[in-house]
C-alpha cells in the first residue's frame, strides 16, 4: 500500500532525527527529576511525581510532533525529492496521509517509552500501577495525534520555522480557548458575543484530552467524557488533514 510504504520510510527517517532523541532524554530527566522534587517538596510525593511526569511527557511530546513535523513536507520540497515523488503513481493525499501516519507511529514509540519511564518510577514510589495514569497517558496521545495533524497542515504550505511557531500558537490557544466560553457568558448580546461564539465554537479545546488533574487529584471522571473526547479529537485531526491535502492539491512545485 502506497500510505503504507510513505509512513515507513518517514518512520525511519524519524528515528535517525538527533532532535527527537535530544528531546526524549529531556522528558526522561524531567519523569525521573520528579523523583527528586518530591523528595525535597513537602506534601503529596506521590501526587508531584504524577504531576511532573505527565506534564514532561506532554510537553516533550507537544516539541516532538511539532519539530519533527513541521519539516515533514518542507523536506522533500527543500531537497527536490518532490518531484521524484509525485512523478510516480502517487497521489497527493496519500503522501499526505502517509507523512502524517510515519510520524504518528514515532510518537507512538516515543509516548510509549516516555510512559514506561513513567509507569516504572510511580511503581517504585507506591508498588502499584493505576490504570488511570494509563487513561491519561492515552489521551496526551490523542492530543499528539491531533497537533501532528496541524503541524504537517503548516509544513505543506510554510517554512519549518513559521510552521513550528503556527503550530505552537495552536497548541496554546487550544489549552486557553475554553476561557471563551466565560467571556460569551459575560458579554451582552450583539455582534461582538455573536464573533466570539463563532471563534469559541472553530477554535479548538484541546483541554478535552487533559485528565491530567483529575488523575493526580483522584477525582472522578463521568465515562461519557472519554468517548466525547476521543471522537472530537478523530474528527478534529480528520477536518485538519483533509485540509492539508486540499492545500497540498493546488500547490504548483513548477
Request: hydrophobic residues 60%.
Amino acid at each position: 500500500m502506497k500510505i503504507g510504504a510513505i509512513a515507513g520510510i518517514t518512520f525511519k527517517e524519524a528515528k535517525r532525527d538527533r532532535v527527537l532523541y535530544l528531546l526524549f532524554f529531556f522528558a526522561a530527566l524531567g519523569i525521573v527529576a520528579s523523583r527528586v522534587l518530591a523528595l525535597l517538596t513537602v506534601g503529596d510525593r506521590t501526587k508531584i511525581i504524577k504531576d511532573v511526569g505527565l506534564a514532561s511527557i506532554s510537553v516533550f511530546g507537544v516539541l516532538m510532533a511539532i519539530l519533527i513535523g513541521t519539516g515533514l513536507v518542507y523536506k522533500e520540497i527543500d531537497k527536490k525529492t518532490i518531484f521524484t515523488l509525485l512523478a510516480k503513481p502517487l497521489h497527493r493525499a496519500e503522501f499526505i496521509l502517509g507523512k502524517f501516519l510515519g510520524l504518528v507511529l514515532t510518537l507512538f514509540v516515543m509516548t510509549a517509552a516516555m510512559a514506561a519511564i513513567f509507569l516504572v518510577l510511580v511503581y517504585v514510589h507506591t508498588l502499584k500501577i493505576e490504570g488511570a495514569l494509563l487513561v491519561a497517558v492515552a489521551y496526551l496521545f490523542v492530543e499528539l495525534v491531533l497537533i501532528t495533524a496541524v503541524a504537517v497542515l503548516f509544513s505543506s504550505f510554510s517554512t519549518p520555522i513559521l510552521s513550528s511557531l503556527f503550530a505552537l500558537g495552536f497548541t496554546l490557544i487550544g489549552h486557553l480557548s475554553w476561557g471563551l466560553d466565560l467571556v460569551v457568558q459575560k458579554m451582552t448580546p450583539g455582534l461582538g458575543r455573536t464573533l466570539v461564539r463563532v471563534l469559541a465554537t472553530v477554535l479548538p479545546d484541546l483541554e478535552n484530552f487533559n485528565f491530567k488533574t483529575e488523575v493526580v487529584h483522584g477525582l472522578p471522571i463521568p465515562p461519557g467524557i472519554y468517548v466525547s473526547s476521543l471522537l472530537y479529537g478523530l474528527c478534529y485531526t480528520a477536518f485538519i488533514l483533509a485540509l492539508a491535502v486540499l492545500i497540498f492539491r493546488r500547490r504548483d512545485f513548477v
